[in-house]
């Protein structure tokens, strides 16, 4: 009786083969069934760059036979895949040497033969694969020294802009695409990420160098920014929202910057500075207000599609909790203290005026933030800690955060009103703004956050005057801002690198 031959299986063949399921040769770049049948090979997607090019110069020529076959590569293959994969450990002058024997050897023989692998070099381990550049198109435009920034932004700045993985994903990945229809994003990325580079950096030239192209590229921005904001669409509202909140980051940091720099230019001893640094002080804090209340200003009209579309993690906050009751004893303690401010305008024998309501509704969403923050700071809560950040929830240790946007939400429902009273240097005002300040000057390794709660309860002392500094005594005891020597040469004590012993992270 006859037996059946044995038929060999293989587990390497090609996807043409496997799929048509018959038996592939496992020739390299092209199996001979793809030859003969004028198929693309899923071999040519490994094939190195000097294999490829081996085998394309040949099988392109002409052909000498009837079984030759032209074999054309896309711009996929040759492009995409033509370096890096599969790369060998050798020096580029080897390499270069054994390209050109393969090519040599390769054209000298017949058509028939085909250049093969070792499978040392099929299992080795790449070095580096190429994936695609999402910022392409935005980056053809730039000039090399802007494409380097650009690249620290697509893997360092973007990292830092949110704490979950969606948020990430959704600065990493969905910005490119929202900034190759609208340039004014790519202008504001660009800044934020040399602000971001100027911090970095240690050497002052180079500082300077990322201070000025941030200014450069954030003007820029504005300029479409502003002309697209007059026209919020479901095509635009994304855009405008990245821009807005990439905006807000950059008034944070050159506020502090600014600060920074005024008080260097007070002479030491200095007190109560002149009226002209209060006022360079408080303006620089209210850019951090109107950075806020711009990405508000354009996610009012375009609610709906900016909530709906791959910019939602960054906006939508379905899981907070519902009810703002304070989550512990101590934030029960604060809230009272809170509380206590309103006597300092609502009090026996003192005449109603309008703007107490705008005080005391300032007041009201202050208390409700902080009981939000400590809601979000409880270490064992049913709210996910996926967006959590190091916060001093204590003053003395550092807990976690869950959710940094958290100490933005009264800054976005404070009225224009109070903003104006803010500006008029309303004691009252300055007195909700310092406690305010509190939860800002709490968060730790937030680059574009440094010194933001120190300087906000600087300049709102400056702006009050010796005579009431004992009003926002808890505020400048809870971030350690010594008011006598707030211009000294002494180190401020609200270093937002903390001491070794309490860092869950390093700053980034």
């Known amino acids: 009786m006859a037996t059946r031959k044995t038929h060999n ?4 063949g090609c996807g043409q083969c496997k799929k048509r399921r018959i038996k592939c040769d496992g020739l390299y770049p092209v199996c001979q069934n793809c ?8 071999f040519l997607l ?11 110069s040949t099988s392109t020529s002409t052909p000498t036979s009837a079984t030759s076959t032209t074999i054309t590569t896309t711009p996929k293959t040759a492009a995409s895949y033509e370096i890096q994969v599969f790369r060998t450990s050798q020096s580029p002058r080897s390499s270069k040497s054994t390209s050109n024997q393969s090519e040599s050897s390769a054209s000298s023989s017949s058509p028939k033969s ?6 040392n070099e099929l299992i080795s381990i790449p070095r ?3 994936f695609d550049d999402v910022w392409q198109s935005s980056r053809e435009h730039l000039s090399p020294g802007l494409q380097s920034v650009l690249h620290h932004y697509q893997y360092s700045s973007s990292l830092t802009l949110a704490t979950d993985d969606p948020g990430k994903t959704a600065w990493l990945l969905y910005v490119p695409e929202l900034a190759s229809r609208h340039k004014y994003v790519v202008h504001c990325v660009l800044s934020v990420a040399a602000l971001h580079l100027n911090r970095l950096y240690e050497s002052g030239e180079e ?3 990322m201070m000025a192209v941030a200014a450069a590229q954030m003007n820029k921005s504005l300029a479409g920014f502003r002309t697209a904001l007059d026209n919020v669409t479901p095509d635009n509202a994304s855009a405008l929202f ?6 807000a980051v950059y008034f944070f940091r050159t506020s502090a910057l600014e600060i920074e720099e005024t008080k260097q230019s007070i002479p030491y001893g200095i007190r109560v500075p002149s009226p002209e640094i209060v006022d360079k002080l408080m303006k620089s804090i209210m850019k951090t207000f109107w950075g806020i209340r711009g990405a508000l200003a354009v996610l009012i009209p375009g609610w709906q599609w900016v909530t709906q579309g791959k910019m939602s993690p960054v906006c939508s906050r379905r899981w907070w909790p519902k009810k703002t009751t304070p989550a512990s004893s101590q934030a029960m303690d604060e809230d009272a203290a809170l509380c206590r401010i309103e006597s300092l305008w609502i009090r026996p024998g003192q005449d109603y005026e309008p703007h107490f309501d705008h005080l005391s509704k300032a007041l009201r969403h202050l208390r409700d933030t902080f009981a939000l923050v400590s809601q979000l700071t409880v270490p064992k809560s049913e709210y996910p800690a996926v967006t959590a950040i190091p916060y001093s929830y204590d003053d003395t240790t550092v807990g976690t955060l869950k959710d940094r946007g958290a100490v933005f939400v009264w800054v976005a429902r404070i009225s224009r009103e109070f903003m104006t009273l803010v500006e008029q240097r309303n ?13 800002s000057g709490r968060v730790r390794n937030v680059w574009w956050l440094e010194g933001l709660g120190a300087n906000m309860i600087t300049a709102v002392a400056m702006a009050l005057g010796r005579e009431h500094w004992h009003l926002i005594q808890w505020p400048a005891q809870v971030i350690g801002v010594d008011l006598e020597n707030a211009f000294g040469w002494q180190p401020r004590k609200d270093d937002l690198l903390g001491r070794p012993d309490e860092m869950h992270m390093q700053v980034i």
Not at 35 to 42: G, I, T, V, W, Y
């Open 9 to 12: 299986k293989t587990r390497l």
């Open 128 to 130: 580096t694969l190429l």
């Open 427 to 439: 004691r009252e005002a300055l007195i909700i703004v310092a406690h305010y300040a509190v939860l």
């Open 46 to 56: 490994l094939a190195p760059a000097s294999k490829l090019s081996a085998f394309t």
């Open 207 to 209: 500082k300077k160098a």
């Open 114 to 119: 085909t250049p093969t692998f070792s499978i």
């Open 35 to 42: 030859r003969r049948r004028d198929l693309e090979c899923s």
């Open 242 to 247: 990245v821009c807005a909140t990439l905006t």
